[in-house]
């Protein structure tokens, strides 16, 4: 998992205009990134799951 949320900050961080290279940058702005990643994926984890809005039977009769 840690892997992905850096892929996925790093990919965030550059879509920014005008930032220097994901190396040189501190700590705490590589952090930001990586809790920005850590919320897309968790949305995107989300957004994947299943939805079940209450399982309801439905009988059809019909002729053969």
């Known amino acids: 998992m840690e892997a992905e ?3 996925v900050a790093r990919a965030l961080y550059d ?3 005008d930032a220097p290279a994901w190396d ?3 700590d705490i702005i590589k952090d930001e990134f990586r809790r ?4 897309a994926l968790e949305l995107l984890d989300e957004h994947r799951k299943p ?10 009769s ?3």
């Not at 939805?51 to 059809?60: E, I, L, M, N, P």
Request: charged share 30%; proline share 4%; with cysteine.
């Open 15 to 17: 879509a920014e205009d």
């Open 24 to 26: 040189r940058e501190p």
């Open 5 to 7: 949320v850096e892929f």
């Open 62 to 64: 019909y002729a053969a």
């Open 36 to 39: 920005y990643a850590r919320v």
């Open 51 to 60: 939805k079940s809005r209450g399982a309801q039977t439905c009988v059809v």
